[in-house]
């Protein structure tokens, strides 16, 4: 597949894994390659998680011009909503540090302090990822399989919890299905 025949490139921005430094990168090479740089992020939970997609896939369906979009999101199966399939790329990190990482991001970096001015202090800003995992709160765990979950998409499978096989093996058919 030449990615000059590409209409739409769909980059989903896993969180810590490098994914700013790459849409920076997308931002500076948009108009030497031709193509319009969409941000727009994708919120969704399991209730909306359809009706969410439905929308991202008709939104996509009105760009005329070559698009990529690089946002935190889903994946989401276009051909099942009878549109057709974009590339679909991602970058990944060791799940463990990826999650580590966040954690920390969340807890000591910038946005730790954003949410402590805004929200009271957080409980859970004194404890190491470490001592989280030790503790008896299992706040710490949100962290994990991230990067499984955004790959498995919207399907009902990709918001159990714990994650399943279900999930995991859905995963690995988009990957194997759509992805670059």
């Not at 031709?34 to 992020?41: G, S, T």
């Not at 946002?71 to 463990?96: Q, S, W």
């Not at 954690?103 to 970096?109: A, E, L, M, S």
């Not at 949410?115 to 008896?136: A, Y």
Request: glycine letters at 4%; proline letters at 3%; aromatic letters at 8%.
């Amino acid at each position: 597949m030449h990615m000059e025949d590409t209409h739409l490139v769909m980059v989903i921005r896993i969180m810590k894994t490098g994914s700013t430094v790459l849409a920076t990168l997308l931002s500076e090479l948009s108009s030497r390659n031709r193509y319009v740089l969409d941000l727009r992020r994708m919120k969704t939970d399991r209730e909306s998680a359809d009706l969410v997609a439905n929308e991202f896939v008709q939104y996509f369906d009105s760009f005329r011009k070559r698009t990529v979009h690089a946002a935190h999101g889903l994946y989401i199966d276009f051909e099942h909503r009878g549109k057709p399939r974009p590339v679909y790329l991602t970058m990944m990190r060791n799940p463990v540090r990826r999650a580590i990482s966040q954690y920390n991001y969340v807890h000591f970096g910038d946005r730790g302090k954003w949410i402590d001015l805004t929200r009271g202090t957080n409980q859970l800003t004194s404890k190491s990822f470490d001592g989280c995992i030790r503790s008896t709160s299992n706040a710490c765990l949100k962290f994990m399989n991230l990067q499984l979950r955004m790959i498995c998409g919207t399907s009902s499978e990709c918001f159990e919890e714990p994650p399943s096989r279900r999930t995991l093996e859905t995963a690995k058919r988009n990957i194997e299905k759509d992805f670059l």
